[in-house]
């Protein structure tokens, strides 16, 4: 799961560059972005990425190998098998919220969730990251001082209590590693 804001483009890009080809699990993500956004973000994102990535639709089946891209005004939610989406009302001021993915993949997933926070202008991300490591995930927050914003990494440091956060060719290389070591098991 992975969560930005102000910023995100650049760090989603370079992040992105991680997921290589048969990487073994799904990736979810929630760039804040308004409302009448045009979906050509997964285009600009694809550039980067060597799976595919997409706007899923509701109830679409969850597929390890894929990015899925929250679509501009709806919550996009982690099922047991598949993917939500919602209208409900904004959290943190936000639709697409990065809690409300987080908190429903670590409700979900549990253990298996590994959440990315990345930069962002608001507190979006604090909650959903603490239900993540409460659930028995893992959970990356990149370096407020490398952040476009530091607002959304500080506020998930000092939420979840995490000692170390990371570059994003750090976070990059993680995702590489992971990626590795998941499709050797």
Do not use: W
């Not at 994102?45 to 706007?55: D, M, S, Y």
């Amino acid at each position: 799961m992975i969560g930005t804001s102000l910023g995100g483009l650049h760090a989603l890009r370079l992040v992105l560059e991680g997921l290589t080809p048969g990487f073994p699990r799904a990736v979810a993500i929630v760039q804040h972005r308004v409302k009448s956004a045009e979906s050509g973000l997964c285009g600009l994102l694809q550039r980067n990425c060597a799976i595919p990535i997409l706007e899923p639709e509701d109830k679409e089946p969850l597929m390890s190998g894929r990015v899925y891209l929250a679509p501009a005004d709806y919550h996009l939610l982690v099922e047991p098998e598949s993917l939500a989406l919602s209208t409900d009302a904004p959290v943190n001021y936000a639709r697409p919220s990065i809690d409300v993915l987080f908190e429903s993949a670590a409700a979900t997933h549990g253990a298996g969730v590994l959440g990315v926070v990345l930069t962002g202008s608001n507190e979006d991300g604090a909650q959903g990251a603490k239900a993540i490591l409460d659930a028995g995930g893992q959970v990356l927050i990149q370096d407020p001082k490398s952040a476009e914003s530091a607002i959304m990494p500080e506020a998930a440091l000092s939420l979840t209590g995490a000692e170390r956060s990371y570059s994003l060719v750090q976070i990059r290389d993680e995702l590489a590693r992971r990626s590795i070591a998941l499709s050797q098991k």
